[in-house]
Protein backbone atom coordinates (compact mmCIF):
# COMPACT_ATOMS: atom_id res chain seq x y z
CA UNK A 1 0.00 0.00 0.00
CA UNK A 2 1.15 3.12 -0.94
CA UNK A 3 0.83 6.07 1.33
CA UNK A 4 1.48 9.84 0.55
CA UNK A 5 0.14 12.99 2.43
CA UNK A 6 -2.14 14.42 -0.42
CA UNK A 7 -3.66 17.79 2.34
CA UNK A 8 -2.95 20.77 2.91
CA UNK A 9 -2.03 20.75 6.92
CA UNK A 10 -3.17 24.30 7.20
CA UNK A 11 -5.55 24.62 9.73
CA UNK A 12 -4.94 21.44 11.42
CA UNK A 13 -6.17 22.17 14.80
CA UNK A 14 -5.37 18.36 16.74
CA UNK A 15 -1.20 19.56 16.26
CA UNK A 16 -0.53 16.36 15.05
CA UNK A 17 1.91 15.53 11.98
CA UNK A 18 1.00 13.05 9.00
CA UNK A 19 2.80 10.24 10.30
CA UNK A 20 1.38 10.46 13.98
CA UNK A 21 -2.21 10.27 11.80
CA UNK A 22 -1.12 7.26 9.87
CA UNK A 23 -0.07 5.40 12.91
CA UNK A 24 -3.05 6.28 15.01
CA UNK A 25 -5.35 4.55 11.95
CA UNK A 26 -2.45 1.66 11.79
CA UNK A 27 -2.73 1.02 15.78
CA UNK A 28 -4.20 -2.23 16.80
CA UNK A 29 -3.82 -3.31 13.10
CA UNK A 30 0.65 -4.12 13.05
CA UNK A 31 -0.44 -7.76 13.17
CA UNK A 32 -1.80 -7.29 9.36
CA UNK A 33 0.71 -5.07 8.50
CA UNK A 34 4.82 -5.29 7.17
CA UNK A 35 6.37 -2.07 8.50
CA UNK A 36 10.14 -2.46 8.53
CA UNK A 37 12.32 -0.12 6.26
CA UNK A 38 13.33 -3.01 3.49
CA UNK A 39 11.96 -5.37 0.74
CA UNK A 40 10.34 -7.85 2.40
CA UNK A 41 10.97 -11.94 1.14
CA UNK A 42 7.57 -12.65 -0.22
CA UNK A 43 7.20 -15.50 3.02
CA UNK A 44 7.96 -12.94 5.25
CA UNK A 45 4.73 -10.64 3.92
CA UNK A 46 1.98 -13.08 2.37
CA UNK A 47 -1.21 -12.22 4.54
CA UNK A 48 0.12 -8.22 5.63
CA UNK A 49 -0.12 -5.40 3.75
CA UNK A 50 3.24 -3.43 2.64
CA UNK A 51 3.43 -0.34 3.60
CA UNK A 52 5.67 1.99 0.75
CA UNK A 53 5.94 5.28 2.94
CA UNK A 54 5.95 8.68 0.94
CA UNK A 55 5.89 10.85 3.72
CA UNK A 56 8.10 12.56 6.04
CA UNK A 57 8.53 10.49 9.57
CA UNK A 58 10.60 11.45 12.30
CA UNK A 59 9.71 9.37 14.82
CA UNK A 60 10.75 6.23 16.27
CA UNK A 61 11.08 2.23 15.22
CA UNK A 62 9.20 1.28 11.73
CA UNK A 63 7.01 3.42 9.75
CA UNK A 64 7.16 1.09 6.04
CA UNK A 65 9.56 0.75 3.36
CA UNK A 66 11.05 4.58 2.96
CA UNK A 67 10.66 4.92 -1.16
CA UNK A 68 11.59 8.03 -3.17
CA UNK A 69 8.31 7.44 -5.18
CA UNK A 70 8.44 10.78 -7.74
CA UNK A 71 5.34 13.12 -7.17
CA UNK A 72 3.17 12.76 -10.94
CA UNK A 73 6.53 11.69 -12.43
CA UNK A 74 8.82 8.86 -13.53
CA UNK A 75 11.94 7.79 -12.01
CA UNK A 76 14.54 4.86 -11.31
CA UNK A 77 16.66 5.81 -8.73
CA UNK A 78 18.56 3.08 -5.96
CA UNK A 79 16.62 0.00 -6.00
CA UNK A 80 13.64 0.91 -7.67
CA UNK A 81 12.45 2.17 -10.87
CA UNK A 82 8.74 4.06 -10.34
CA UNK A 83 6.19 5.41 -12.77
CA UNK A 84 3.38 7.55 -11.69
CA UNK A 85 2.09 9.82 -13.71
CA UNK A 86 -1.50 10.34 -12.78
CA UNK A 87 -1.81 14.07 -13.94
CA UNK A 88 -2.87 13.29 -17.33
CA UNK A 89 -4.63 16.18 -18.40
CA UNK A 90 -1.55 17.98 -17.87
CA UNK A 91 0.55 15.72 -20.35
CA UNK A 92 -2.05 14.01 -22.54
CA UNK A 93 -2.84 9.89 -22.48
CA UNK A 94 -0.89 8.85 -25.39
CA UNK A 95 2.22 9.84 -22.97
CA UNK A 96 0.81 8.21 -19.71
CA UNK A 97 0.30 4.78 -22.38
CA UNK A 98 4.03 5.27 -23.01
CA UNK A 99 5.10 5.83 -19.75
CA UNK A 100 3.36 2.62 -18.53
CA UNK A 101 4.78 1.01 -21.50
CA UNK A 102 8.30 1.57 -21.31
CA UNK A 103 8.57 0.99 -17.42
CA UNK A 104 7.08 -2.82 -18.34
CA UNK A 105 9.23 -3.28 -20.95
CA UNK A 106 12.03 -2.35 -18.69
CA UNK A 107 10.83 -4.56 -16.03
CA UNK A 108 10.65 -7.61 -18.88
CA UNK A 109 13.89 -7.21 -20.75
CA UNK A 110 15.86 -6.89 -17.02
CA UNK A 111 14.73 -10.20 -15.34
CA UNK A 112 17.27 -10.91 -13.27
CA UNK A 113 18.23 -7.57 -11.50
CA UNK A 114 17.36 -6.26 -8.23
CA UNK A 115 15.46 -3.57 -9.07
CA UNK A 116 12.22 -2.80 -7.73
CA UNK A 117 9.67 -2.31 -10.49
CA UNK A 118 6.77 0.04 -9.71
CA UNK A 119 4.32 1.09 -12.62
CA UNK A 120 0.62 2.72 -11.60
CA UNK A 121 -2.03 2.74 -13.98
CA UNK A 122 -4.22 5.15 -12.21
CA UNK A 123 -4.47 8.63 -13.06
CA UNK A 124 -7.24 11.37 -13.93
CA UNK A 125 -7.99 13.87 -17.40
CA UNK A 126 -10.95 14.98 -18.15
CA UNK A 127 -13.33 12.44 -16.41
CA UNK A 128 -13.63 10.93 -12.98
CA UNK A 129 -10.61 8.43 -11.44
CA UNK A 130 -13.19 5.43 -12.09
CA UNK A 131 -13.83 6.08 -15.98
CA UNK A 132 -9.87 6.87 -16.76
CA UNK A 133 -9.72 3.61 -14.85
CA UNK A 134 -11.76 1.74 -17.35
CA UNK A 135 -10.12 2.93 -20.53
CA UNK A 136 -6.54 3.26 -19.19
CA UNK A 137 -6.83 -0.98 -17.58
CA UNK A 138 -8.24 -2.06 -21.21
CA UNK A 139 -4.80 -0.57 -22.72
CA UNK A 140 -2.36 -1.48 -20.05
CA UNK A 141 -3.98 -5.01 -20.51
CA UNK A 142 -2.61 -5.33 -24.37
CA UNK A 143 0.43 -3.66 -23.85
CA UNK A 144 0.87 -7.00 -21.02
CA UNK A 145 3.18 -9.86 -23.34
CA UNK A 146 1.29 -13.11 -23.07
CA UNK A 147 3.15 -15.68 -20.98
CA UNK A 148 5.86 -15.79 -18.37
CA UNK A 149 7.08 -12.13 -17.24
CA UNK A 150 8.34 -10.24 -14.51
CA UNK A 151 6.35 -6.74 -14.31
CA UNK A 152 6.86 -5.61 -10.73
CA UNK A 153 4.38 -4.12 -8.50
CA UNK A 154 1.20 -2.53 -10.30
CA UNK A 155 -0.49 -0.26 -8.10
CA UNK A 156 -3.93 0.04 -9.75
CA UNK A 157 -7.93 1.79 -9.61
CA UNK A 158 -10.46 -0.40 -10.17
CA UNK A 159 -8.89 -3.50 -11.56
CA UNK A 160 -11.12 -5.30 -13.97
CA UNK A 161 -10.55 -9.31 -13.41
CA UNK A 162 -9.33 -9.74 -16.83
CA UNK A 163 -6.70 -7.83 -16.38
CA UNK A 164 -5.98 -8.48 -12.81
CA UNK A 165 -6.02 -12.39 -13.96
CA UNK A 166 -3.09 -11.97 -16.57
CA UNK A 167 -0.66 -9.99 -14.20
CA UNK A 168 -1.58 -13.59 -12.17
CA UNK A 169 -0.93 -15.85 -14.94
CA UNK A 170 2.38 -13.65 -15.77
CA UNK A 171 4.04 -15.68 -12.88
CA UNK A 172 3.04 -19.46 -14.00
CA UNK A 173 2.79 -19.56 -17.98
Known sequence: MSVKEEYDAEGN????????????YFNGKQAFLYLKNNFPELKDVRGKIVLMRRFEFDGNGDMGISTSIPDDGSECSGNMCVQDIYNVKLIGKVQKENAMADLTNKSIRNPNDTILYMNFTSGFALETPWAFSVINNAIFYHQLPSGKARLGIIPMDFPPMYLVTKIIKSNFN
Open 13 to 24: TDGLKFWQKVNE
